[in-house]
């Protein structure tokens, strides 16, 4: 089995900063590509963030203001999340494509449980 846990969400006001960690345990070969999506209430789930060997993208609305890096011997991906906004709340998920070590041929998506943001005006 493997799981993705997450920690760091919180309540922040506009314009100041907070940073998500997501540690992926269990019986894992090899992990692909790690991100951030996130969910605002009544909208879909959106990409954030995401790194996969040296590359990394980002949505438009976050570019400037979120850094997402990768500790590859910790199996953790990290989401520095500064100059926030209102705009910003929602549900952050981290996700990761992996490789297990009892199924070396397939790669499945995992997430994580879910971390609240909340940016006050």
């Known amino acids: 089995q493997v799981q993705l846990l997450e920690s760091g969400g919180g309540l922040v006001q506009a314009g100041g900063s907070l940073r998500l960690a997501c540690a992926a345990s269990?019986?894992?070969?090899?992990?692909?590509?790690m991100g951030w999506y996130r969910q605002a209430p009544g909208k879909q789930r959106e990409l954030v963030a995401r790194?996969?060997?040296?590359?990394?993208n980002y949505a438009d609305s976050v570019k400037g203001r979120f850094t997402i890096s990768r500790d590859y011997a910790k199996n953790t991906v990290y989401l520095q999340m500064n100059s926030l906004k209102p705009e910003d709340t929602a549900v952050y998920y981290c996700?990761?494509?992996?490789?297990?070590?009892?199924?070396?041929?397939?790669?499945?998506?995992?997430w994580g449980q879910g971390a609240q943001v909340t940016v006050s005006s």
């Open positions: 269990g019986s894992i070969f090899s992990i692909n590509a």
């Open positions: 996700n990761a494509a992996i490789i297990t070590a009892q199924a070396r041929d397939f790669l499945t998506v995992y």
């Open positions: 790194v996969s060997g040296g590359d990394t």
